[in-house]
């Protein structure tokens, strides 16, 4: 069985309310059957029709009692969770985030991602702006971070090198650079609004992206 069918088998399992309670008390600890069916106000042949779902996915695991022999616990696999992951991702040279102006975005972004992360990471514009948005630069101020109010929005073409993992956070960027980027993230532009709400939710919006990518970075 491959990862990918590994990963259907058991997200198909899981898609019953009885069998998610399930995993969700065999997290905390192993449980005999009849607990289970204690814990869930289980009839002792629908707690056995699930167990038997659940280890045929591979997502439990029998042990038999060292106390009483007639007694077995269920436990999970120890690398379910891991399963279900999508695959690592090998870490780049340089994370590039784009937008269109390189002035707020992927600014912000840049600035996110170099707390996070040890992977280098720059910002660049596909039509750069005279200056940096103060309303990003507050916004980076308010959740402990630093834009420097005077550097220069550059373009994409003075910025960009061999080896960069190139993000657009911008649909205006994503679509002029026709496929030129690696990835695409929709983060809608805060400057049209231009209040601190729409600066800190495209913040929020951008710390989340990273935090989720940044996790599935294999170790260097």
Same mark, same amino acid.
């Given at each position: ?29 192993? %449980? ?43 436990? %999970? ?67 402990? %971070? ?59 919006? %951008? ?14």
């Amino acid at each position: 069985m491959s990862d990918i069918e590994r990963r259907v088998a058991i997200f198909a399992a899981l898609a019953d309310q009885t069998r998610l309670r399930i995993v969700d008390l065999l997290s905390l600890g192993d %449980l005999s059957s009849s607990e289970i069916g204690a814990a869930l106000d289980l009839r002792s042949n629908l707690v056995a029709h699930h167990l038997r779902t659940l280890e045929s996915a591979r997502i439990i695991a029998r042990t038999r009692s060292e106390f009483d022999r007639r007694r077995s616990y269920i436990g %999970l696999r120890a690398e379910v969770f891991d399963t279900l992951a999508p695959a690592s991702v090998t870490p780049p040279e340089r994370v590039l985030f784009v937008c269109t102006a390189n002035s707020a975005r992927s600014q912000l972004a840049e600035a996110i991602w170099r707390d996070a992360s040890a992977v280098p990471a720059a910002s660049a514009g596909t039509r750069p702006a005279a200056g940096v948005n103060p309303g990003a630069t507050a916004s980076a101020s308010r959740h402990g %971070l630093r834009i420097d109010s005077a550097r220069r929005p550059r373009h994409i073409d003075e910025v960009r090198a061999e080896g960069d993992l190139v993000i657009t956070v911008c649909d205006d960027a994503h679509e002029r650079l026709k496929s030129g980027d690696d990835l695409h993230w929709s983060i809608p532009d805060p400057a049209v609004q231009g209040t601190p709400a729409a600066f800190d939710t495209a913040f929020d919006s %951008l710390r989340l992206r990273i935090r989720a990518f940044t996790s599935r970075l294999s170790a260097a």
